[in-house]
């Protein structure tokens, strides 16, 4: 179980330093309940979504299975024409 907590804080998401690049803060909740738990591959439930600084959102979230909790972050990033 330490092996996989500690491989999903190296991952996309799993750390303020690595968020997940989204286009819009309103994809985010959609894309938090598409992960499955990183200890039992359940659903997250999601609880406060919060602005960390420009562009940067923390999501709070918990296990529908197993009760596991977890922080996902993401940043918001404008996707303009080249």
């Not at 959102?57 to 529908?64: L, P, S």
Request: net charge positive.
């Amino acid at each position: 179980m330490r092996d996989r907590e500690k491989l999903a804080t190296l991952s996309a998401g799993g750390a303020r330093e690595r968020p997940i690049a989204v286009e819009s803060s309103a994809v985010i909740e959609g894309r938090v309940r598409a992960m499955p738990c990183v200890q039992c591959e359940g659903a997250y439930r999601v609880g406060e979504h919060r602005s960390e600084g420009p562009g940067l959102r923390a999501v709070d979230a918990k296990c529908d299975r197993c009760g596991a909790p977890r922080t996902l972050w993401f940043r918001i990033v404008e996707n303009e024409p080249n």
